[in-house]
RNA sequence: GCGCGAUUGGCGGAAUUGGCAGACGCACUAGACUUAGGAUCUAGCGGGUGACCGUGGGGGUUCAAGUCCCUCAUCGCGCACCA
């Protein structure tokens, strides 16, 4: 150990240590306790950003400690590293997109490791590597074979500038998730999973997931979007056609006017009147060319056309017609309305905009409510009115009363309705996994023999950025034999959404190296769940929940022991400069490279932890850097100049003097909180700013006489608590203080609760709740006690002299409240 | 519009169960050492400088409120014509 703190020879020395002693490697040991914890995975762009440092750094000290606390921590990292930049390289570049990938992936494997992240490297998976998606096909084939994977048309959202159908979890705003683009619809045939089959059990279980933070359980909870209800079958006056609706508000159904049905709705076609045709085709048309930004941005003006049809309500027996409108949506409920104005404000909005009547059916009793001109539709609970045999009944009530009776007319059900759509997982992109499936004209669908996986992607294949998919322009692709009988057949000519490879790498890294099976189960067994899963809170809904997905499926396919696979998840805040996100067009973008070139990984580390508390934003400061390598900086020469008196010091020692008695308690107290914080709450920031009060404590205590064995104590105490958080420097440390064993294998410190009782302790004397007074009392006083030495107390006496003290507070070890009058 | 979360010195943030507001760090000020200091060390650092006021504003509960309740404001995030 040198002088000077050289963080870059000393970080250099102990990766190439960790490296060649496989020291994060990590097998399957029933002695022990197991810990997973996990990072998301990054796509391999090729650069680390602060975002990444921030993730695995939070990720790396809770593997860190777990270790040194005796668990055996499953640590991994791995490169979800399918997708379309590899795709816009070949087109822009000409370079291949699996070499452009793998040399990505090499240079963001050199970055991690100059972090000096605890990763069993051993364990790496790429989505893009046959060995992964031989499995990731294996896994399409049995949820197909299970009835979960099914191909329909439809129309889907196309993104014009991807050139591929997109996942509505993937329209953000009605634009492309990826690249911003308006989102437009195309007929297609596609391939779903049937995610909705698992909507009631993707919401249950999230009262479960009590790890979980509250925010990303109501985002996923808002998006399957489960609504109570009713469906009530209509007869169209005239035809023998029935039309069906979906409302939460049965109640209301003597208040239905009209009835809205969504243009693309199949049965447009045959209830519109030849009057009416022109007009109808017309605005189909006009709906069909708009985008879903236009389609919603319109908030309040309705549109739409009559169809020349009438309905009959079932229970009031009266007629009304039928409109086509925009605002209803083909895929939601049955996508068909009916409409009751007086209590639905975009009913209400239509029947002022068409002239069509509104009659109130729930007297809401509010006195500024006129029933026979309603200002506005009403929402509130109330009394039916207008409503036949259900007047006078409460709304809530007459729910589950007119739907009973619907029930009995054969005229309707209570429903359950969920906004989760079925997940389109079809691409029509090169650099993705293959859908094994074979199309023969005699067997329909097929999919391929399980001895035939993986389905490779084929090369001879062209980049042009026109047209349709790259794979298609293969010769060699499509062909190939139908695996039921044999007749020529083609082949599947998309990818799957990259999402499928992110929705189970957890369960790969369990026993990545298999090449016989997808996993063990009972490697799978003995590491899931993941016990503490970290990543960004933009993958709330989308990751987090097609993962959950996974995990269902395969749980009921017998593959996996749980049904949910993230037992606690820590969604960490953004990390900002001057209040903006970093960004290129800001140019405010601090690269980790150069942090860590000027100042060291640990020093990187250690100040992305200690700014912020992990789940909330970080601003990045230059300065606050500094600061955190000059506290390296000062523990490296607090260690160095204590080095000889530590080489000497006795193994055992006795607290003497005042100054050995503070700082035992600063050691003690510093441990227990480092415990605590990292152990329980992750509070790095907190637990960090303890290290260096206690830092703070032994530079004062230097300048006294020196207990050695207890500074001794304390020094490697410190080392060790701050170890998870800048391990180098620790480890050089550590060695340099004589120890033969490498300290990624030395177990955590325990403290003594005995020496965190201190003879005398400050407390306060309150005064009608105001501070007045500080003393130093012995510790462990009663009540009685405690009051009878503050009352005796000089300062305490003048302030309550001639006065009635009413009530005295007296709050052992803390506080003594006098309330005076 | 609906839902969630935040608001504490010049700044990032502490205060775990209602019990000393401002830990720790940054910035700043003064001093020491020094040929020099952007190194290091020491001291100070919410406002007013009297015993008072201070956690976005207003109100409440309590002996005691940053913390609990009501209300308003601002900012951020999510969802949004979901019947």
């Known amino acids: 150990m040198k002088e000077k703190y050289n963080f870059r020879e000393i970080e250099t020395k102990w990766q190439k240590i960790w490296e060649e002693e496989k020291a994060f490697k990590i097998s399957e040991d029933t002695d022990k306790e197991k810990y997973y914890v996990l990072e998301m995975f990054p796509y391999p762009s090729g650069k680390l950003h602060m975002g990444h440092v921030r993730n695995y750094s939070i990720g790396d000290v809770v593997a860190r400690f777990k270790t040194m606390k005796g668990f055996n921590v499953l640590h991994p990292m791995g490169y979800d590293s399918f997708g379309l930049p590899a795709e816009n390289a070949a087109i822009k570049h000409g370079v291949e997109p699996a070499k452009w990938t793998w040399d990505n992936i090499a240079e963001m494997t050199n970055q991690l490791k100059e972090m000096g992240l605890s990763y069993d490297w051993d364990r790496t998976v790429q989505t893009c590597n046959p060995n992964y998606y031989k499995w990731m096909q294996w896994i399409f084939i049995q949820f197909y074979n299970k009835g979960l994977a099914y191909k329909k048309e439809n129309p889907v959202n196309w993104c014009p500038s991807c050139k591929t159908v997109l996942a509505n979890e993937q329209v953000v705003d009605g634009a492309c998730e990826r690249c911003g683009s308006i989102v437009g619809k195309k007929n297609l045939s596609q391939w779903y999973f049937k995610i909705t089959d698992y909507a009631e059990r993707l919401l249950k279980n999230l009262d479960i997931l009590e790890g979980w933070p509250n925010k990303v359980k109501t985002m996923q909870k808002n998006w399957i979007g489960k609504s109570r209800g009713a469906e009530v079958t209509f007869d169209i006056k005239g035809m023998d056609k029935k039309i069906t609706v979906f409302t939460t508000r049965p109640d209301t159904l003597y208040g239905t006017t009209f009835m809205v049905i969504a243009p693309e709705h199949p049965l447009v076609e045959e209830i ?266 933009e993958h709330a809904i989308l990751h987090l929940m097609y993962a959950r997905f996974f995990q269902m499926a395969l749980y009921d396919l017998g593959l996996v022991s749980n049904e949910e696979p993230f037992e606690n998840l820590l969604t960490q805040g953004m990390v900002i400069k001057e209040g903006k996100k970093m960004s290129k067009s800001i140019g405010n973008v601090v690269s980790p490279e150069e942090i860590i070139g000027k100042f060291g990984a640990d020093t990187a580390r250690l100040f992305i932890l200690f700014a912020a508390p992990p789940e909330r934003e970080l601003d990045w400061s230059d300065k606050g850097v500094e600061g955190s390598y000059r506290f390296l900086n000062r523990v490296y020469r607090l260690v160095y100049d204590m080095s000889d008196v530590i080489k000497n010091a006795p193994d055992t020692y006795e607290i003497k003097s005042s100054e050995d008695k503070s700082l035992a308690y600063a050691m003690n107290y510093t441990v227990k909180k480092v415990t605590e914080d990292v152990g329980g709450r992750f509070n790095f920031n907190t637990a960090i700013s303890s290290i260096m009060e206690l830092v703070n404590e032994m530079y004062k205590y230097k300048d006294h006489e020196i207990n050695e064995g207890l500074m001794k ?66 510790s462990g006083l009663d009540k009685a006690a405690f009051e009878k030495l503050a009352m005796e107390n000089e300062k305490v006496k003048a302030l309550v002299e001639g006065k009635n003290v009413v009530k005295v507070i007296a709050v052992p070890g803390k506080l003594l409240n006098l309330v005076v009058k």
Request: glycine share 6%.
């Open 272 to 537: 519109t009147t030849p009057e009416q045709k022109a007009e109808i085709e017309a605005y189909k048309e006009k709906v069909q060319r708009m985008t879903d930004i236009e389609r919603t941005s319109t908030t309040n003006e309705k549109t739409g056309v009559f169809t020349g049809s009438y309905v009959i309500n079932p229970v009031s027996g009266t007629e009304f017609p039928i409109y086509i409108s925009d605002y209803v949506l083909l895929d939601y409920g049955t996508g068909c309305v009916m409409g009751v104005p007086g209590h639905d404000q975009r009913d209400f909005d239509f029947a002022k905009k068409f002239d069509l009547p509104i009659i109130p059916v729930i007297d809401t009793h509010d006195p500024e409510i006129d029933l026979n001109n309603l200002p506005h539709a009403t929402a509130a609970e109330g009394t039916l009115i207008n409503s036949g045999e259900f007047n006078g009944m409460n709304n809530k009530e007459a729910i589950v009363k007119m739907t009973e009776k619907l029930e009995s007319m054969g005229r309707g059900k209570g429903t359950i309705n969920y906004k989760l759509r079925d997940w389109l997982i079809s691409r029509q992109r090169y650099w993705g996994t293959p859908i094994p499936m074979i199309y023969c004209e005699d067997c329909g669908w097929v999919p391929e023999k399980e001895e035939n996986l993986p389905v490779m992607l084929p090369t001879d294949v062209e980049f042009t950025g026109k047209g349709e998919s790259p794979l298609t322009t293969s010769k060699v692709f499509a062909q190939c034999t139908c695996p039921k009988c044999g007749k020529k057949a083609t082949r599947e000519m998309d990818t799957m959404d990259t999402f499928l490879d992110s929705s189970w790498y957890f369960l790969r890294y369990c026993d990545a190296l298999n090449e016989e099976k997808a996993w063990d189960f009972d490697k799978q067994k003995y590491w899931m769940n993941v016990d503490q899963y970290i990543g960004g809170v």
């Open 713 to 778: 104590d304390a020094v490697e105490k410190m080392i060790l608590v701050l170890s998870p958080f800048a391990p180098h420097i620790c480890e050089e440390m550590w060695q340099h203080l004589g120890h033969e064993t490498k300290l990624y294998k030395t177990s955590w410190p325990s403290y003594d609760e005995k020496a965190l009782i201190k003879d005398e302790i400050e407390v306060v004397v309150q005064i009608n709740g105001k501070l007045k007074e500080r003393m130093l009392v012995p």
